[in-house]
């Protein structure tokens, strides 16, 4: 069965990104970003696989992802509808009427489609791309974190878990780091 898998970037505090939905305050050093794109190329937005030459690269831990709102909307805003063309796209939201590109799909029922995605055939998992709120409703689906923390401190912004207090345990399993202080962390979920 394939699992989905949060891998996501956090601040010390828990943030994954800033109140406007900023990325750019993370410290990605040279030799972290050279791991990322060997081992999760397909974590990268297809309009910037070409800059960092891995255009046409394969994937090779995901084949499909699943968004919400806050998520999608920077590719929108710099008019990409389909920010990962080599994956199967899935938006969850409420407030969207329709996706213009056939190649995106909006979703109503996270919990269901993930359901899904996860009874179908296949050696790739289902990268849960973001965000909190998402996050925090796909809890119970979560087999996997992949935390990619980075030694700042946001103070505010989108927290990793969006929601009630409803504890859920992990077992890391797998940590490495990196020469700007970051850390990646394995964990899976507790039986």
């Known amino acids: 069965m394939r699992k989905l898998v949060y891998y996501v970037g956090v601040s010390i505090d828990g943030y ?33 696989r070409a800059h960092v030459g891995l255009e ?5 831990r995901f084949d499909t992802l699943v968004m919400g709102l806050g998520t999608y909307q920077p590719a929108l805003d710099i008019n990409v509808t389909s920010p990962y063309a080599h994956l199967r796209q899935y938006v969850a939201s409420t407030t969207l009427d329709e996706i213009a590109d056939p190649s995106v799909d909006l979703v109503r029922d996270p919990a269901g489609i993930v359901g899904e995605l996860k009874a179908e055939d296949g ?29 700042v401190v946001a103070r505010a912004g989108v927290p990793a878990f969006s929601g009630e207090f409803r504890p859920a345990l ?5 940590r490495e780091s990196f020469g700007n202080g970051a850390q990646v962390t394995w964990f899976t979920r507790a039986s």
């Open 16 to 48: 994954i990104a800033g109140p406007g939905g900023e990325v750019d305050f993370y410290p990605l050093g040279d030799d972290m970003a050279a791991w990322i794109n060997e081992r999760y190329p397909e974590t990268l937005p297809t309009h910037v």
């Open 56 to 60: 046409g690269a394969p994937n090779k």
């Open 123 to 151: 050696d790739k998992d289902i990268w849960l791309c973001g965000g909190g709120r998402l996050a925090a409703a796909l809890l119970p689906e979560i087999d996997e974190l992949i935390v990619k923390s980075y030694p």
């Open 170 to 174: 992990f077992t890391p399993t797998r």
